[in-house]
Protein backbone atom coordinates (compact mmCIF):
# COMPACT_ATOMS: atom_id res chain seq x y z
CA UNK A 1 0.00 0.00 0.00
CA UNK A 2 0.93 3.44 -0.39
CA UNK A 3 2.90 5.05 2.09
CA UNK A 4 3.33 9.02 3.03
CA UNK A 5 6.77 10.44 3.75
CA UNK A 6 7.96 13.89 4.42
CA UNK A 7 9.40 15.75 1.34
CA UNK A 8 12.98 17.32 2.88
CA UNK A 9 13.51 19.33 6.01
CA UNK A 10 9.72 20.64 5.96
CA UNK A 11 6.69 19.15 7.62
CA UNK A 12 5.46 18.29 4.14
CA UNK A 13 4.36 14.52 3.59
CA UNK A 14 3.49 13.22 0.00
CA UNK A 15 2.47 9.75 -1.38
CA UNK A 16 5.62 7.74 -1.97
CA UNK A 17 4.30 7.40 -4.93
CA UNK A 18 3.39 10.11 -7.17
CA UNK A 19 1.01 10.24 -10.07
CA UNK A 20 2.87 12.47 -12.92
CA UNK A 21 1.16 12.99 -16.35
CA UNK A 22 4.40 13.58 -18.82
CA UNK A 23 3.87 12.19 -22.68
CA UNK A 24 0.53 11.17 -21.27
CA UNK A 25 -2.18 14.19 -20.37
CA UNK A 26 -3.08 15.97 -23.27
CA UNK A 27 -0.87 14.16 -25.62
CA UNK A 28 -0.32 10.27 -26.01
CA UNK A 29 -3.71 9.38 -24.09
CA UNK A 30 -7.36 10.92 -24.24
CA UNK A 31 -9.06 13.31 -21.41
CA UNK A 32 -11.44 10.04 -20.35
CA UNK A 33 -8.87 7.38 -19.68
CA UNK A 34 -6.15 9.90 -18.60
CA UNK A 35 -9.00 11.01 -15.77
CA UNK A 36 -9.55 7.50 -15.10
CA UNK A 37 -5.94 6.98 -14.56
CA UNK A 38 -5.97 9.88 -12.07
CA UNK A 39 -8.84 8.82 -10.13
CA UNK A 40 -7.66 5.42 -10.20
CA UNK A 41 -4.47 6.81 -8.22
CA UNK A 42 -6.33 8.43 -5.76
CA UNK A 43 -8.50 5.27 -4.86
CA UNK A 44 -5.20 3.91 -4.29
CA UNK A 45 -4.08 6.11 -1.84
CA UNK A 46 -1.81 8.37 -4.26
CA UNK A 47 -2.82 11.44 -2.86
CA UNK A 48 0.47 13.48 -5.02
CA UNK A 49 0.29 14.85 -8.35
CA UNK A 50 3.11 16.08 -10.45
CA UNK A 51 3.04 18.12 -14.09
CA UNK A 52 4.45 21.04 -15.77
CA UNK A 53 3.84 23.45 -17.55
CA UNK A 54 5.50 22.49 -20.79
CA UNK A 55 3.80 19.00 -20.91
CA UNK A 56 1.83 19.20 -24.12
CA UNK A 57 2.17 23.32 -23.73
CA UNK A 58 0.11 24.04 -20.92
CA UNK A 59 -2.82 21.25 -21.43
CA UNK A 60 -1.27 18.54 -19.35
CA UNK A 61 -2.11 21.10 -16.28
CA UNK A 62 -5.38 21.70 -17.54
CA UNK A 63 -6.46 18.11 -18.15
CA UNK A 64 -4.81 17.42 -14.33
CA UNK A 65 -6.97 20.15 -13.09
CA UNK A 66 -10.34 19.26 -14.25
CA UNK A 67 -9.79 15.88 -13.48
CA UNK A 68 -9.19 16.70 -9.82
CA UNK A 69 -11.83 19.13 -9.79
CA UNK A 70 -14.30 18.51 -6.94
CA UNK A 71 -11.63 17.12 -5.00
CA UNK A 72 -11.02 17.98 -1.14
CA UNK A 73 -8.02 20.34 -1.77
CA UNK A 74 -6.48 19.81 1.42
CA UNK A 75 -6.45 16.16 0.68
CA UNK A 76 -3.98 16.22 -2.62
CA UNK A 77 -1.03 17.16 -2.83
CA UNK A 78 0.24 19.44 -6.57
CA UNK A 79 3.44 19.42 -7.85
CA UNK A 80 4.32 21.64 -11.18
CA UNK A 81 7.34 23.62 -12.74
CA UNK A 82 8.97 26.04 -14.61
CA UNK A 83 11.61 26.41 -17.54
CA UNK A 84 11.43 25.38 -20.53
CA UNK A 85 9.53 27.24 -23.47
CA UNK A 86 5.70 27.51 -23.01
CA UNK A 87 2.51 29.65 -24.71
CA UNK A 88 3.85 31.56 -27.39
CA UNK A 89 7.67 30.62 -26.76
CA UNK A 90 8.65 34.26 -27.43
CA UNK A 91 11.56 35.85 -25.99
CA UNK A 92 10.59 36.56 -22.55
CA UNK A 93 8.99 32.73 -22.54
CA UNK A 94 11.35 30.07 -20.92
CA UNK A 95 14.19 29.99 -18.22
CA UNK A 96 13.86 31.06 -15.03
CA UNK A 97 13.76 35.10 -15.23
CA UNK A 98 11.57 36.89 -12.68
CA UNK A 99 9.05 37.45 -15.46
CA UNK A 100 8.91 34.37 -16.76
CA UNK A 101 8.27 32.59 -13.40
CA UNK A 102 5.80 34.94 -12.13
CA UNK A 103 3.68 34.98 -15.99
CA UNK A 104 3.90 31.29 -15.77
CA UNK A 105 2.84 30.43 -11.75
CA UNK A 106 -0.18 32.40 -12.78
CA UNK A 107 -1.00 29.91 -15.67
CA UNK A 108 -0.33 27.28 -14.23
CA UNK A 109 -2.56 27.85 -11.37
CA UNK A 110 -5.35 29.04 -13.66
CA UNK A 111 -4.90 25.58 -15.84
CA UNK A 112 -4.76 23.64 -12.81
CA UNK A 113 -7.94 25.63 -11.19
CA UNK A 114 -6.26 26.16 -8.00
CA UNK A 115 -5.47 28.63 -5.69
CA UNK A 116 -1.70 27.10 -4.96
CA UNK A 117 0.39 24.52 -5.85
CA UNK A 118 2.71 22.55 -3.07
CA UNK A 119 5.35 22.47 -4.80
CA UNK A 120 6.99 24.66 -7.28
CA UNK A 121 9.79 23.53 -9.55
CA UNK A 122 12.87 24.60 -11.05
CA UNK A 123 12.64 22.44 -14.07
CA UNK A 124 15.93 22.98 -15.17
CA UNK A 125 18.64 25.06 -13.74
CA UNK A 126 18.55 28.64 -16.02
CA UNK A 127 22.81 29.63 -16.82
CA UNK A 128 21.55 32.83 -18.20
CA UNK A 129 19.33 34.21 -14.80
CA UNK A 130 21.32 35.72 -12.07
CA UNK A 131 20.46 32.87 -8.93
CA UNK A 132 19.38 35.34 -7.17
CA UNK A 133 16.98 36.96 -9.31
CA UNK A 134 15.49 33.08 -9.73
CA UNK A 135 15.48 32.59 -5.98
CA UNK A 136 14.04 35.96 -5.24
CA UNK A 137 11.47 35.42 -7.32
CA UNK A 138 10.70 31.93 -5.71
CA UNK A 139 10.28 33.70 -2.52
CA UNK A 140 7.87 35.76 -3.58
CA UNK A 141 5.95 33.25 -4.87
CA UNK A 142 5.78 31.59 -1.86
CA UNK A 143 5.33 34.84 0.70
CA UNK A 144 2.43 35.63 -1.96
CA UNK A 145 0.64 32.03 -1.29
CA UNK A 146 0.86 31.02 -4.95
CA UNK A 147 3.25 27.85 -3.69
CA UNK A 148 4.00 26.31 -0.33
CA UNK A 149 7.46 25.02 -1.22
CA UNK A 150 10.11 25.28 -4.02
CA UNK A 151 11.85 22.19 -5.39
CA UNK A 152 14.14 22.06 -8.44
CA UNK A 153 14.72 19.47 -10.92
CA UNK A 154 18.07 18.06 -12.30
CA UNK A 155 20.10 20.41 -10.86
CA UNK A 156 23.62 19.46 -9.86
CA UNK A 157 25.41 19.03 -6.72
CA UNK A 158 26.54 22.85 -6.84
CA UNK A 159 23.75 24.18 -7.82
CA UNK A 160 21.68 22.29 -5.09
CA UNK A 161 23.90 23.88 -2.87
CA UNK A 162 22.98 27.23 -4.49
CA UNK A 163 19.92 27.06 -4.13
CA UNK A 164 19.52 25.69 -0.27
CA UNK A 165 21.98 28.60 0.58
CA UNK A 166 20.09 31.33 -0.93
CA UNK A 167 16.46 30.33 0.00
CA UNK A 168 17.80 30.00 3.36
CA UNK A 169 18.62 33.57 3.53
CA UNK A 170 15.10 34.98 1.87
CA UNK A 171 13.56 32.99 4.35
CA UNK A 172 11.72 29.98 2.03
CA UNK A 173 12.37 26.42 1.84
CA UNK A 174 13.96 23.64 -1.17
CA UNK A 175 12.76 20.93 -0.08
CA UNK A 176 13.12 18.38 -3.30
CA UNK A 177 14.87 17.24 -6.38
CA UNK A 178 13.24 15.95 -9.29
CA UNK A 179 16.26 13.44 -11.35
CA UNK A 180 15.93 10.94 -13.42
CA UNK A 181 16.82 7.55 -11.36
CA UNK A 182 16.74 3.99 -11.67
CA UNK A 183 18.38 0.37 -11.36
CA UNK A 184 20.33 1.43 -15.02
CA UNK A 185 20.38 5.35 -14.41
CA UNK A 186 22.30 6.33 -11.36
CA UNK A 187 24.01 9.64 -11.81
CA UNK A 188 22.49 11.15 -9.00
CA UNK A 189 24.59 8.79 -6.20
CA UNK A 190 27.74 9.94 -6.13
CA UNK A 191 27.52 13.85 -5.87
CA UNK A 192 23.93 15.36 -6.13
CA UNK A 193 22.60 12.65 -3.16
CA UNK A 194 25.10 13.10 -0.67
CA UNK A 195 24.69 17.36 -1.25
CA UNK A 196 20.90 17.12 -0.71
CA UNK A 197 21.35 15.12 2.84
CA UNK A 198 23.27 17.74 4.06
CA UNK A 199 20.75 20.85 2.65
CA UNK A 200 17.76 18.60 4.06
CA UNK A 201 16.77 18.11 0.48
CA UNK A 202 14.91 14.45 -0.74
CA UNK A 203 14.56 13.05 -4.20
CA UNK A 204 11.33 12.75 -6.05
CA UNK A 205 12.66 10.60 -8.77
CA UNK A 206 11.20 10.02 -12.39
CA UNK A 207 11.72 7.57 -14.87
CA UNK A 208 11.99 4.36 -12.05
CA UNK A 209 11.13 2.28 -14.72
CA UNK A 210 13.87 3.74 -17.33
CA UNK A 211 10.98 4.80 -19.36
CA UNK A 212 9.18 1.16 -19.06
CA UNK A 213 12.37 -0.76 -19.37
CA UNK A 214 12.95 -2.45 -16.39
CA UNK A 215 9.41 -3.45 -16.70
CA UNK A 216 11.01 -6.57 -19.32
CA UNK A 217 8.54 -5.57 -21.73
CA UNK A 218 10.84 -4.99 -24.34
CA UNK A 219 13.53 -7.95 -25.61
CA UNK A 220 15.97 -8.06 -28.06
CA UNK A 221 15.07 -9.22 -31.36
CA UNK A 222 11.62 -8.39 -30.67
CA UNK A 223 9.72 -5.68 -32.39
CA UNK A 224 8.42 -3.30 -29.60
CA UNK A 225 4.95 -4.07 -28.23
CA UNK A 226 2.27 -2.53 -29.81
CA UNK A 227 1.19 0.95 -27.58
CA UNK A 228 4.08 0.74 -26.05
CA UNK A 229 6.53 4.43 -25.26
CA UNK A 230 9.23 3.04 -27.99
CA UNK A 231 6.10 3.30 -30.54
CA UNK A 232 4.95 6.43 -29.41
CA UNK A 233 6.06 9.24 -32.50
CA UNK A 234 5.00 12.12 -30.28
CA UNK A 235 7.82 11.88 -27.74
CA UNK A 236 7.88 8.59 -25.89
CA UNK A 237 10.09 6.98 -28.43
CA UNK A 238 12.69 9.27 -28.88
CA UNK A 239 13.07 9.39 -24.69
CA UNK A 240 13.93 6.18 -24.61
CA UNK A 241 16.15 5.16 -27.32
CA UNK A 242 19.18 5.16 -25.00
CA UNK A 243 17.66 1.93 -23.09
CA UNK A 244 16.75 -0.32 -25.71
CA UNK A 245 20.18 -1.66 -26.81
CA UNK A 246 20.77 -5.10 -26.78
CA UNK A 247 23.25 -5.07 -24.37
CA UNK A 248 20.83 -3.73 -21.88
CA UNK A 249 17.62 -5.60 -22.67
CA UNK A 250 19.89 -9.17 -22.35
CA UNK A 251 20.88 -7.40 -18.43
CA UNK A 252 17.41 -6.82 -17.84
CA UNK A 253 15.79 -10.17 -18.59
CA UNK A 254 18.47 -11.23 -16.05
CA UNK A 255 16.35 -9.65 -13.34
CA UNK A 256 13.30 -11.88 -13.50
CA UNK A 257 14.82 -14.75 -11.52
CA UNK A 258 15.38 -12.05 -8.77
CA UNK A 259 11.55 -10.17 -9.07
CA UNK A 260 10.36 -13.97 -9.13
CA UNK A 261 12.25 -15.28 -5.98
CA UNK A 262 10.19 -12.09 -4.60
CA UNK A 263 7.13 -12.87 -5.85
CA UNK A 264 6.81 -9.78 -7.86
CA UNK A 265 6.90 -8.36 -11.31
CA UNK A 266 10.07 -6.78 -12.51
CA UNK A 267 8.22 -3.46 -12.57
CA UNK A 268 7.56 -3.61 -8.97
CA UNK A 269 10.69 -4.58 -8.18
CA UNK A 270 12.40 -1.45 -10.35
CA UNK A 271 9.90 0.76 -8.29
CA UNK A 272 10.77 -0.84 -4.40
CA UNK A 273 14.69 -0.54 -5.66
CA UNK A 274 14.37 3.07 -5.91
CA UNK A 275 12.41 3.99 -3.10
CA UNK A 276 14.77 1.74 -0.87
CA UNK A 277 17.27 4.82 -1.16
CA UNK A 278 16.79 6.69 1.98
CA UNK A 279 17.39 10.31 0.54
CA UNK A 280 13.96 9.20 -2.18
CA UNK A 281 10.68 10.03 -1.00
CA UNK A 282 8.87 9.52 -3.48
CA UNK A 283 9.08 8.00 -7.28
CA UNK A 284 6.68 9.34 -10.25
CA UNK A 285 5.19 6.62 -12.15
CA UNK A 286 2.84 7.41 -14.86
CA UNK A 287 -0.25 5.17 -16.42
CA UNK A 288 -2.25 4.52 -19.68
CA UNK A 289 -4.84 2.67 -17.52
CA UNK A 290 -5.80 2.29 -14.30
CA UNK A 291 -5.45 -1.27 -14.13
CA UNK A 292 -1.51 -0.20 -14.53
CA UNK A 293 -1.75 2.19 -10.90
CA UNK A 294 -3.21 -1.38 -9.09
CA UNK A 295 0.26 -3.15 -10.08
CA UNK A 296 2.35 -0.41 -9.30
CA UNK A 297 1.20 0.56 -5.57
CA UNK A 298 2.16 -3.26 -4.86
CA UNK A 299 5.51 -1.71 -4.67
CA UNK A 300 4.84 1.04 -2.10
CA UNK A 301 5.92 -0.76 0.75
CA UNK A 302 8.03 -4.07 -0.80
CA UNK A 303 11.55 -4.38 1.20
CA UNK A 304 14.14 -5.61 -1.43
CA UNK A 305 16.63 -7.88 1.29
CA UNK A 306 20.43 -6.54 0.87
CA UNK A 307 21.44 -9.82 -1.02
CA UNK A 308 18.95 -9.35 -3.73
CA UNK A 309 20.38 -5.97 -3.81
CA UNK A 310 23.49 -7.23 -4.47
CA UNK A 311 22.64 -9.36 -7.73
CA UNK A 312 20.45 -6.80 -8.95
CA UNK A 313 23.99 -4.87 -8.80
CA UNK A 314 25.90 -7.85 -10.20
CA UNK A 315 23.19 -8.65 -13.23
CA UNK A 316 23.38 -4.77 -13.32
CA UNK A 317 27.67 -4.21 -13.79
CA UNK A 318 28.13 -3.69 -17.20
CA UNK A 319 25.37 -1.42 -17.91
CA UNK A 320 24.92 0.94 -15.34
CA UNK A 321 25.20 4.61 -16.01
CA UNK A 322 26.94 6.07 -12.99
CA UNK A 323 29.32 9.23 -13.82
CA UNK A 324 27.81 12.57 -11.81
CA UNK A 325 28.84 14.75 -15.06
CA UNK A 326 26.23 13.76 -16.68
CA UNK A 327 23.94 16.00 -14.72
CA UNK A 328 25.43 19.03 -15.78
CA UNK A 329 26.24 17.37 -19.55
CA UNK A 330 22.68 16.91 -20.21
CA UNK A 331 21.14 19.87 -18.63
CA UNK A 332 20.76 23.31 -21.16
CA UNK A 333 23.74 25.24 -20.97
CA UNK A 334 21.93 27.82 -22.67
CA UNK A 335 18.27 29.10 -22.76
CA UNK A 336 16.08 26.74 -25.33
CA UNK A 337 15.51 28.44 -28.68
CA UNK A 338 12.60 30.64 -29.06
CA UNK A 339 10.90 32.26 -31.74
CA UNK A 340 12.06 35.99 -32.86
Given at each position: MVNYEFLGNSGLKVSNLIYGNWLTHGSQVEEDAATACVHAALDHGITSFDTADVYANGAAESVLGRALAGENRDDIEILTKVYWPTGRRRHNDAGLSRKHIMTSIDNSLRRLGTDYVDVYQAHRYDVETPIEETMQAFADVVRAGKALYIGVSEWTAEQIKYAHDFSKELGFQVISNQPQYNMLYRVIEPEVIPMSEQCGINQIVFSPMAQGVLSGKYKVGEEPPAGSRATD??????????????????????LKPIADELGITQAQLALAWVLQNDNVTSAIIGATRPEQIAENVVAADITVPDELLYKIDRVLEDVIIDDPRLTWENAPHERPEIKR
Open positions: AKGGARTIQRFLSDEILRAVAN
